[in-house]
């Protein structure tokens, strides 16, 4: 595997695995759910987390540019 678009691309895979298996668990939860059930709490904290990742997987990240100087210019471009 040398090209990084192809780990990318398996962490998304794998992401969406176990978001698929954590949504599978939660609908299979019994019920009635308590607001204070620390086992569906923690379903839902992961499921979140899934999420989160595969935001991150997928937007765009800010690179910024070194400033050059200008040739002839003694400041910096903008």
Request: aromatic letters at 6%; glycine letters at 2%.
């Amino acid at each position: 595997m040398t090209d990084y678009s192809e780990c990318l691309m398996i962490a998304r895979q794998e992401l969406r695995l176990a978001q698929a298996a954590l949504r599978r668990d939660m609908a299979d939860y019994p019920t009635p759910i308590a607001g204070c059930d620390e086992q569906f709490n923690h379903l839902l904290d992961q499921s979140q987390r899934i999420r989160n990742a595969l935001a991150a997987l997928e937007a765009p990240q800010f690179v910024p540019t070194p400033r050059r100087l200008d040739i002839g210019m003694s400041i910096e471009s903008r």
